[in-house]
């Protein structure tokens, strides 16, 4: 199917803008042939040498008066496309973009940045370009060509306009054998960008790894490799692409080149008029642009339809969560119940998770801790509802998660990460990121809980201070810290802090730990962490060991327990006692309260 039949369901959701637009078009090209016409007329009455003034004024007042209704008609038939296309545009970019936010993880795992955004950018001009640019030179061009030859045969003669147009074809086939060279090209280039996309996007990204380990000569070597490699590609598109012009252009001259010997031939046998061959000159001029518009037109074609593919190819992927349209839409209060019996990443097939039951009644606190890759965050992702497809079941208040709506069930939890996102943006506005009515009170009263308030205060602006990719730098434990008032000032059902006390020192966090225990009395607390001082004093705290719960209890029955659990505590408690002597001080006590 061409880009125009794909693109057809946009067409008849327009159709009311198409048919004004095309009834312009037909308006635009009545008045552009009666030019020709007359320039033909005028030039026969010059020749016969009886041009009275009035005819002279009558001719030139004619030619002036259907030029102007031409160029009206043409503003509107083309003001009327371009507005369509620029709703397509719309449309296609709200749906890719909703489409970006609604996939899971392992969507964003397996696509790389570079593409999605040359998805969102370069794709989705190309195809804008066929429904402004493309729409425009087919109908236009099919249309002018239409009336230009039928004007051809009345006006003037109808053998004349066979010949002459006669080499027109030879132009059909140079496209149609160059286009296919276009679009292998064309998807060789969109490649080429993306791989460019990917490499800046990742050399900014991860700029101070760069320069911490001074391998800045060699990332701007690889990215000049990268440039290099997209411009020998690029120059190819460039040279197929400028065969086009050069091709119309010969086609054209042959015409003319007919055009004078034949017609000629034509006006010396009386046969036609003088007037007559001029205006067949002035009509085979306006095919000019019809010629360039259809050589043009298939090479923007083959690239809407390669852009279009591929946008749809992204469209079509289904995301893994599926919301459940009817499901839930209240999350009330109650307790999480946990029975996994078996979970694997869908792109590995090694167990990460098996047979974790778990029971966390509503108030209490959870600690997770346990080895480096023991499945900790794993547990976690699957109670976010990052992934679905594992065996068993999760309940929160006796409903399966799966049954709660995402955007409902997804708003009681409050989760902070090691590592947080934070947006360019006010340090105001990123804490109220999840409600942006909360007032200022709520937003202090949210940073105070999370012992950030303090460090705002000397802050060059307080709670107007830019954070994030354009804004001052915040240390990590400062970033931990207003993630965490993030997810407070939302009082969320479910608070899981995943590792995210790990950049705050010993005595922020006893003072965090201590206010959630004061205010969170009703709700959840989940803390996974490697430092037992933040699950020290949770109802329960189990161990992950290769992804199952190894050891589980109160922190005084695992240290009774003599397991790995007991084993770092004493490490740290260690290390803890090993620093204090250092510094003289006592902050570190990570004694139970
Ligand atoms: N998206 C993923 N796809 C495939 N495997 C994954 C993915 N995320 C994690 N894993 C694997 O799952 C296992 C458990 O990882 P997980 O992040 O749950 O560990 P963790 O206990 O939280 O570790 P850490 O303490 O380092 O945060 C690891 O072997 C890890 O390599």
Do not use: C
Request: hydrophobic share 45%; aromatic share 10%; proline share 2%.
């Amino acid at each position: 199917m061409t880009i125009f039949g794909k693109l057809m369901w946009f067409f008849k959701e327009h159709k009311k803008l198409y048919i004004l637009g095309l009834s312009f078009l037909f308006f635009t090209e009545v008045s552009q042939m009666v030019s020709p016409a007359l320039i033909g007329h005028f030039t026969d009455v010059i020749v016969s040498r009886q041009m009275t003034m009035n005819q002279l004024f009558f001719y030139a007042g004619s030619i002036l008066f259907f030029a102007i209704l031409m160029y009206i008609f043409r503003y509107m038939w083309i003001t009327h496309i371009f507005q369509g296309s620029a709703l397509l545009e719309k449309t296609l970019r709200q749906k890719l973009f909703d489409h970006y936010l609604k996939m899971d993880t392992t969507f964003y795992q397996r696509k790389r940045t570079g593409d999605l955004m040359a998805h969102a950018t370069n794709d989705l001009s190309a195809v804008q370009r066929v429904a402004s640019g493309g729409v425009l030179m087919l109908v236009d061009s099919v249309v002018i060509i239409i009336f230009t030859v039928i004007s051809m045969i009345i006006v003037v003669d109808w053998r004349l306009t066979l010949i002459g147009v006669l080499p027109l074809p030879l132009l059909a086939g140079g496209v149609w054998y160059l286009s296919p060279k276009m679009r292998r090209a064309f998807t060789a280039s969109q490649e080429a960008f993306s791989r460019l996309s990917n490499k800046s996007q990742e050399s900014i990204a991860g700029i101070k790894a760069i320069k911490t380990l001074g391998q800045e000569n060699l990332d701007v070597d690889a990215f000049n490799t990268e440039v290099q490699k997209t411009i020998q590609i690029n120059k190819k598109v460039a040279f197929i692409d400028s065969l086009f012009g050069p091709m119309a252009t010969v086609v054209m001259t042959i015409s003319y080149v007919v055009m004078i010997t034949y017609g000629g031939s034509l006006v010396l046998s009386d046969t036609i008029s003088i007037g007559q061959l001029v205006s067949f000159s002035t009509y085979l001029g306006l095919l000019v642009w019809p010629m360039f518009g259809l050589g043009q037109l298939f090479n923007v074609l083959e690239r809407g339809n390669a852009s279009y593919m591929r946008v749809q190819e992204i469209l079509s992927e289904k995301s893994a969560i599926i919301e459940d349209e009817k499901g839930y839409e209240i999350v009330t209060h109650g307790d999480i119940e946990i029975n996994i019996d078996q979970f694997e990443y869908p792109d590995d097939a090694a167990n990460v998770l098996n047979d974790v039951s778990l029971k966390i009644s509503a108030g209490d606190t959870l600690g997770i801790v346990g080895r480096v890759g023991s499945g900790k965050t794993t547990l976690v992702k699957l109670l976010l509802r990052q992934f679905d497809d594992y065996s068993g079941k999760i309940t929160f208040a006796n409903k399966d998660i799966k049954a709660y709506k995402l955007s409902a069930y997804r708003k009681a939890i409050g989760y902070v990460a090691q590592e947080n996102f934070l947006f360019s943006t006010t340090v105001r506005d990123n804490i109220r990121f999840a409600d942006v009515n909360k007032t200022q009170a709520e937003v202090e009263e949210a940073a105070k809980m999370a012992a950030l308030h303090e460090d705002i205060f000397n802050f060059p602006e307080g709670y107007d201070t830019q954070v994030g990719e354009h804004g001052v730098s915040l240390s990590g434990g400062q970033k931990q810290r207003l993630a965490i008032a993030r997810a407070l000032i939302i009082n969320p059902e479910i608070l899981i802090l995943d590792d995210a006390l790990s950049a705050v020192d010993a005595r922020t966090e006893k003072q965090i730990l201590r206010t959630l225990k004061e205010t969170r009395q009703e709700k959840t607390t989940i803390i996974v962490a490697h430092r037992i001082s933040s699950v020290i004093s949770a109802n329960e705290i189990v161990v992950f060991d290769k992804g199952r719960i190894v050891e589980r209890g109160q922190h005084d029955e695992l240290v009774a327990q003599q397991g790995w659990y007991a084993h770092m505590y004493e490490q740290q408690q260690v290390a803890i006692t090993f620093e204090e002597n250092l510094s003289g001080k006592g902050d570190g006590d990570v004694g139970t309260e």
